[in-house]
């Protein structure tokens, strides 16, 4: 079977981002009255898995493996199954 | 009034994406089967405008001035009212 999979992966509260920092400024400058900027990623692609449950269990190992970083960031999964 | 707003950029369909190639190739390695890996970014920030209209033309303001590269990018702009 295989899996629309869409993974974020964003900052823990309290961490600091210079990238978002550095747009906040950018965007200050150029008018706009902005604040809080944050930046996450978003990995999406196709995963085949023999079930909706094993994609799932296998994001999850992804993430923790590769994709986030336990100490700073948190994850978010979706997966839809590819039609 | 004060805006959530969240801007996710990504690359146009057909643009090479490095980042996502060399994730896929290393989930690879790792033993999942993933393929088409793409990476996106997702600015949010609270914007501070007078109405939700402004709100709405001042994001993609943002969007063509500093953070989406029309050649390359698409971007999708998400906005709600900050309770």
Not at 44 to 60: D, F, H, N, P, V
């Amino acid at each position: 079977m295989k899996f629309q999979l869409r993974i974020e992966v964003s900052l823990k509260p309290g961490h600091s981002d210079p990238e978002g920092e550095t747009t906040a400024h950018l965007l200050n400058e150029l008018g706009y009255k902005i604040e809080r900027v944050n930046v996450s990623k978003v990995y999406s692609g196709i995963l085949e898995t023999e079930s909706l449950k094993e994609a799932q269990m296998k994001a999850e190992e992804m993430c923790k493996r590769l994709l986030a970083n336990p100490t700073k960031d948190n994850y978010a999964i979706m997966i839809e199954e590819e039609k």
